[in-house]
């Protein structure tokens, strides 16, 4: 999860690249570190903590040069501390690395290296590399890279730079990586967020690639096979929107910008006239599919479990959703008949592509509900549905799963349609006016101050528990993964009617329990759970429809929402859910843009 980022061109590198790792900090900020290049010598500077705090003690005087490369880090091998920041030198201190990723063989390889004369000075994996290409260094840094990657096993997105040579060096197998094309100028990046402001031309490279940089030109190869011509993509996007426009966080930021994200992902798809129109998915193949297989993680697996309901409810498809991490590990079930629709808003996640590659070998169609154009899913994948929500830069994921509930509910809804069932015209509609509504939501005042007083009122409290039915069970989940988060509160999402089973035995007058209780679904069912919760003094929050007075006689606080059809409720309801995480976040005083322990993209696994 760590971020990467590299210059090479004609300006002065060190303010280019603290730029660079700034706008990547939402990858890791346990540590910062920067090397550059200048008369034949290799300039280091690093430090534990974020860029913020520490970015005056990398002086432009002490990072001289117009090539350079730079890191900040999400540890996974050591602690975080100076010494294992990245960047790495070889013994000799010619070679520079920095590195995102797990190699898994670092144990032997370390051995290995020490018994030919090796010092190692730190705990980390990736001093290996640094070693490893100094063992095979003759004169030519290229070769020498891609001798030592052909020992190494596990995932890496490498940045190298060497003393002697006016060069940089890129390399991926597992971990992102992007080159921007300037002029006269390159820049390296673990993603295209970072390079946006210099460039839009980009070339993504793949696994088992290298690219060899000077300030005139570059090259792609294969590890094994040589030259490699590759596409030049176009972003579609601009710098100022990962700026945060005036908001205290970028998390903010991006709640509020939902109906437009929305909007992005239904344009094109559902017209004026609710007319349905899905490319670059095998309709033919979805007209026969016998059984889905949605596999995700994290907040993309709670969009999921919604998918699984609203898939069976229109398509009337067997559905089944599971974890990414655990997909290929269990030998999962497929044939040539089954579609898996994988999830991932940065379209990296090492799980989910693993679970992507998985499913491939066993002959089954993949379909992807990605946000990043031109990401490692969205590459890999049969095809599938772009979410458009814009770059998502807060860690805690907002408009990504709103984005992909509506992907979700468009499948539903064409897998419907290809299988002669009835479409709902009116669900469809209202998805359609889904953006507007959030955004009525969004600019109510008295919306947003029930639900600051609730934050208020609980923000001090240690447990939460977050109960919904049916298809609200997994944004019961999804609110409760929002508070644990970024505020650090212990919370738990659970189908309401399992709470007797066990979790009421910890219902108290200390404990908030949140219900989403929208009318309609299993509505008489909640109003006897809350009764369970209010006999046993615990504290109740509701979720309501708009208009609902008994609620409001039910429970200690309601937040109101719109009244949409039910099977579209999780829409709505994520909104205050997403709200009231954030404002108790920011009451405890906490990093809400990077909570601690977490980076965006989980690049390995």
């Known amino acids: 999860m760590c971020g990467i980022f590299g210059y090479c061109g004609r300006r002065v590198a060190q303010p280019i690249l603290m730029e660079g790792i700034r706008r990547l900090e939402y990858r890791g900020y346990d540590s910062v570190g920067i090397a550059t290049l200048s008369g034949g010598r290799v300039f280091v500077a690093k430090k534990k903590g974020k860029v913020s705090e520490i970015a005056h003690q990398f002086a432009p005087a002490a990072l001289p040069g117009t090539l350079g490369i730079a890191h900040t880090r999400w540890s996974t091998h050591g602690i975080p501390s100076d010494r294992n920041a990245h960047p790495h030198l070889s013994c000799d201190g010619k070679i520079a690395v920095v590195h995102n990723g797990i190699i898994e063989n670092f144990s032997g390889l370390r051995e290995l290296l020490e018994e030919k004369g090796h010092r190692f000075s730190s705990d980390t994996d990736t001093e290996v590399i640094a070693h490893l290409i100094e063992s095979f260094y003759q004169g030519n840094i290229l070769d020498a890279v891609r001798k030592a990657l052909k020992g190494v096993e596990g995932t890496y997105g490498i940045a190298v730079l060497h003393a002697h040579h006016e060069e940089l060096i890129a390399a991926r197998n597992g971990s992102p990586l992007v080159l921007g094309i300037g002029t006269e100028e390159f820049f390296v990046s673990s993603d295209a967020s970072a390079v946006v402001e210099h460039t839009k031309k980009v070339v993504y490279l793949d696994d088992g690639e290298l690219a060899q940089i000077t300030p005139r030109s570059y090259h792609v190869f294969d590890l094994k096979k040589g030259v490699k011509e590759k596409e030049v993509s176009t972003l579609a996007w601009d710098v100022q929107e990962i700026e945060k426009k005036g908001y205290k966080h970028f998390m903010m930021k991006e709640i509020m910008e939902q109906p437009e994200s929305l909007q992005n992902t239904l344009r094109g798809r559902l017209d004026k006239d609710v007319r349905l129109s899905l490319s670059g998915i095998p309709r033919e193949f979805l007209a026969r599919v016998q059984r889905i297989m949605i596999t995700a993680c994290g907040t993309s697996w709670h969009a999921g479990l919604v998918g699984k309901h609203i898939i069976e409810k ?3 498809i067997v559905t089944e959703v599971d974890y990414a991490s655990e997909f290929r590990y269990r030998d999962p079930l497929l044939t040539a ?17 693993a679970a992507v590659k998985e499913a491939k070998r066993k002959g089954a169609t993949v379909l992807g509900i990605v946000n990043v154009v031109g990401s490692s899913i969205a590459r890999d994948v049969h095809g599938g549905i772009y979410i458009h929500a814009g770059p998502e830069i807060g860690v805690a994921s907002t408009k990504a799963f709103t984005g992909q509930l509506a992907a979700l ?9 290809l299988r002669s069932k009835p479409v709902p015209r009116p669900g469809m509609r209202q998805l359609q006016n889904i953006p507007e509504v959030i955004r009525k939501m969004l600019a109510d005042t008295a919306f947003i101050s029930a639900i600051q007083k609730i934050a208020e009122k609980f923000h001090a409290y240690p447990n939460y528990y977050y109960l919904g039915r049916g298809v609200n069970f997994p944004v019961a989940l999804e609110g409760a993964l929002k508070l644990k988060e970024i505020s650090y509160i212990h919370a738990e999402g659970y189908p309401a009617a399992e709470m007797k089973h066990g979790p009421i035995a910890l219902i108290d007058e200390n404990m908030p329990v949140i219900f989403i209780a929208n009318r ?3 509505y008489e069912k909640i109003i006897s759970n809350i009764e369970e919760v209010r006999s046993r003094k615990g504290k109740v929050i509701a979720i309501a429809t708009a208009g609902d007075k008994l609620m409001s006689q039910k429970a200690d606080f309601v937040i109101h929402v719109p009244d949409v059809e039910y099977e579209l409720t999780p829409l709505v309801n994520v909104i205050p859910l997403q709200l009231l995480a954030y404002y108790i976040a920011d009451l405890r005083g906490c990093a809400i843009d990077q909570p601690r322990n977490l980076a965006k993209s989980v690049t390995v696994e």
């Open 520 to 522: 309609g679904g299993a």
């Open 314 to 316: 229109y398509a009337g």
């Open 409 to 417: 509910f468009l499948l539903a809804f064409y897998l419907a349609q």
């Open 337 to 353: 008949r089954d579609l898996v629709v994988v999830i991932s808003q940065s379209g990296e996640t090492a799980d989910t592509l």
